[in-house]
């Protein structure tokens, strides 16, 4: 729905992945955005302008998916470290360059990070051990958008929070759907479309494992880059 809006309103271009900038910004008009959104979502429109208008334009080149990660957790090490939360990472030897755009490929890492802390914060495990946060990257083929398979980089992220359930698994990517209510504006229900997004433009694919009380794991995938 925002995507489309953005896109139908000429804020993205038509591939929806490019930021469309006049000389006086995007959302010169923001009346414009608000009558593409069902009225209660109005209040969110300054977050939602903010944070497309950081964003960089998107340019494809070779890009250490590692070297990603590494910065996407150090980010949230913090964060996770005060919520008890363990990091695990397990990065396979020799994993080739992927093609893509770092700031995009990064906040997209960084979106599932979250998620996964707040999964995690205020669920108390089973086994009342402390929980963890696991990061693997291999190199694996996967089946792309056109239904070809194709040589890529795959990282999955786990966590051992409350997991979710079948019906909510299929709206997590909807933008504005959240599970945690009212938040102030902290969270707007808009991580896991804008990581959709990112992977759909990379050309990569993502698949989502989860059980309500055993935790998530999602697998993002993305091309090996070709010179």
């Known amino acids: 729905l ?10 993205l271009d038509h591939t929806g992945s490019s930021l469309i900038k006049g000389s006086g910004g995007i959302f010169e008009d923001k009346d414009a955005l608000k009558r593409c959104l069902d009225p209660k979502y109005h209040p969110k429109i300054d977050a939602i302008i903010r944070l497309i208008e950081e964003a960089p334009g998107a340019v494809k080149k070779p890009v250490d998916i590692q070297k990603i990660m590494a910065s996407a957790l150090s980010i949230k090490a913090g964060a996770l470290k005060a919520s008890k939360i363990q990091i695990i990472t397990e990065y396979a030897a020799d994993i080739p360059a992927v093609s893509g755009d770092e700031w995009r490929i ?18 108390i495990r089973s086994d009342s051990r402390q929980h963890e946060l696991t990061v ?44 945690k209510g009212p938040t102030g504006g902290k969270n707007i229900g808009l991580g896991l479309s804008i990581l959709r997004e990112v992977v759909l433009f990379h050309d990569g694919s993502i698949d989502v494992d989860s059980e309500e009380g055993s935790g998530t794991t999602f697998s993002v995938y993305f091309p090996v880059y070709k010179s």
């Open 2 to 11: 925002l995507f489309n809006c953005l896109i139908e309103n000429g804020y």
């Open 106 to 123: 990064q906040q997209a890492l960084f979106n599932i990070i979250f998620n996964a802390q707040q999964a995690m914060e205020g669920h």
């Open 136 to 179: 693997k990257i291999e190199r694996k083929s996967f089946q792309n958008q056109g239904g070809l398979m194709v040589d890529g980089v795959c990282v999955i992220i786990s966590d051992t929070g409350n997991g979710m359930s079948d019906q909510t698994k299929k709206k997590i990517f909807d933008p504005f759907f959240t599970t």
